[in-house]
């Protein structure tokens, strides 16, 4: 019960202050199953609803084990000689001890 609050307080304070337009999400079940490319629709008792494509999915906060938060990738310009500026974003909340 402990892990589902842990996992929804860190889904609901991250989720707006760091979500873009134009994030995605990437979820890892329990089972190693991994779904790409969702949006987060909302966290609602213990089941988090997210969309994929024209697709509404629903996953018990306990299968899951992994939500991460996957930018664009952008490139940045750095003022430091030899080091590469290109950035990929990820941010990761793991669910599970």
Not at 7 to 30: E, F, M, Y
Not at 52 to 60: C, V, Y
Request: glycine share 10%; aromatic share 8%; charged share 25%.
């Amino acid at each position: 019960m402990k892990r589902v609050w842990v996992a929804g307080i860190l889904l609901l304070v991250a989720a707006p202050v760091t979500a873009q337009q134009g994030d995605r999400w990437q979820i890892t079940l329990n089972d190693g199953t991994i779904f790409w490319e969702l949006h987060l629709v909302r966290f609602r008792g213990d089941t988090l609803a997210v969309q994929q494509g024209d697709s509404t999915l629903r996953f018990p906060i306990k299968q899951v084990d992994e939500l991460r938060l996957v930018r664009k990738a952008e490139r940045r310009q750095a003022a430091e000689p030899n080091r590469y500026g290109g950035v990929l974003g990820a941010r990761m909340t793991r669910c599970t001890g």
